[in-house]
């Protein structure tokens, strides 16, 4: 089954104490990329990877990292988060002339 | 931003016909999708349009006019289940950036 997973699915972290989530494809994609999504701002793109080793910032980079080591894996880190990165955040692939599949959604809670 | 708009929020009633409008810029254009959203989870494929005209699948539809950076999402014989953000997102400046507006919030009433 075509699919995009996301671990964890909720998180509770304190300010600064550095975090990984992990996304991974299992649809050969070259391309993937991850969002955050905030009540009244819609998806807003964070980083893109448009394949291993070439990643580019998107909208709202400030605060995360991103890797593509290979090319069905994607995590997102944040080295030291802050409040203000609470938010509910999803991972996605995407072929050429395919839709872009989602990953379940991270739910991030940063005190 | 992309300079996408829609309506923020929408209701309709069961069984009826409602249509969703957005707007973008055309520049760097490359097709357009829709995508429903129910809440505090993933975003789920609807439609894609690349040419102008209209694609019929089932309940839904979707228009495209490239010229006028147009297109609207028609949801007919409304169903309760249908209560969801509905997220156009064109293909903006490549075939892989997928750039969204912030929604569409529907609300069928009985």
């Known amino acids: 089954e075509a699919q995009v997973t996301q671990n964890p699915r909720y998180l509770i972290t304190v300010t600064g104490k550095k975090l990984t989530v992990t996304c991974s494809q299992n649809?050969?994609?070259?391309?993937m990329s991850w969002y955050r999504q905030d009540p009244g701002l819609g998806l807003r793109q964070i980083y893109y990877?448009?394949?291993?080793?070439?990643?580019d910032k998107g909208d709202v980079p400030e605060g995360y990292k991103v890797s593509r080591k290979e090319k069905r894996n994607f995590p997102l880190i944040l080295e030291s988060p802050s409040p203000n990165q609470t938010s509910l955040y999803f991972c996605?692939?995407?072929?050429?002339?395919?839709?872009?599949?989602f990953g379940p959604g991270t739910r991030l809670l940063v005190l | 931003g992309q300079n996408i708009d829609q309506p923020t929020e929408m209701t309709a009633t069961e069984g009826a016909i409602v249509q969703i409008n957005c707007t973008y810029q055309t520049s760097g254009f490359n097709g357009l999708f829709w995508y429903q959203q129910h809440a505090g989870e993933a975003p789920t494929f609807l439609s894609y349009n690349v040419l102008d005209g209209l694609e019929e699948k089932g309940r839904f539809s979707s228009f495209l006019s490239r010229s006028k950076g147009y297109s609207y999402l028609l949801l007919k014989e409304l169903q309760m289940k249908d209560s969801a953000s509905y997220l156009c997102?064109?293909?903006?400046?490549?075939?892989?950036?997928?750039?969204f507006g912030t929604g569409t919030k529907l609300q069928v009433i009985p």
């Open positions: 997102a064109p293909l903006l400046g490549g075939y892989q950036k997928v750039t």
């Open positions: 649809m050969n994609h070259e391309y």
């Open positions: 990877s448009m394949n291993v080793e070439v990643t």
């Open positions: 996605a692939s995407k072929g050429v002339w395919e839709t872009q599949y």
